[in-house]
């Protein structure tokens, strides 16, 4: 026998919501909604008065993944990385410029391309961790990560 899928009835808050998210979740249950099916069949099956406690959680839920994952807070993080990076050992100075330019890029992901070259370049002289070498490398006044490796 087969089941046709159906869509997940509405819920106003006039009816028991027990009731309601039992019936819900033998729907769920017969149509094989996985956890983001069930999220969206049942934020779409809001009317009226319930929708705005969809907009409250929404929205926190929003502000919290924002601020979890969102560019601004990744931005911080890189920036952060960018400032403590220092030569590891056994690292070769090529992969150190390649791993300091990808945290400049995401460090400053919408910094013009010149200022991007300027501050890549400035943290290489900085994060090498033998100062005889960053201070000839200062020396030679690189104008480029290229120029300093």
Not at 5 to 21: I, L, M, P, Q
Not at 49 to 63: E, F, G, K, Q
Not at 100 to 125: G, M
Request: proline letters at 4%.
């Amino acid at each position: 026998m087969s089941v046709e899928k159906a869509t997940a009835r509405v819920f106003d808050g006039r009816s028991s919501w027990e009731a309601y998210v039992t019936q819900f979740e033998i729907e769920a249950e017969i149509n094989q909604w996985d956890g983001p099916d069930k999220a969206a069949f049942l934020g779409t099956s809001l009317r009226g008065p319930v929708l705005t406690v969809l907009c409250v959680h929404y929205t926190s839920l929003l502000a919290a993944l924002e601020s979890r994952f969102g560019n601004k807070r990744q931005s911080e993080l890189h920036r952060m990385k960018l400032r403590n990076r220092v030569r590891r050992r056994d690292e070769t100075l090529p992969e150190l410029a390649e791993d300091i330019e990808r945290l400049t890029r995401l460090a400053y992901p919408e910094a013009p391309i010149e200022v991007l070259e300027t501050l890549t370049k400035d943290q290489f002289i900085d994060a090498l961790n033998d100062n005889e070498m960053r201070l000839r490398v200062a020396q030679t006044r690189p104008t480029t990560l290229r120029a300093a490796l």
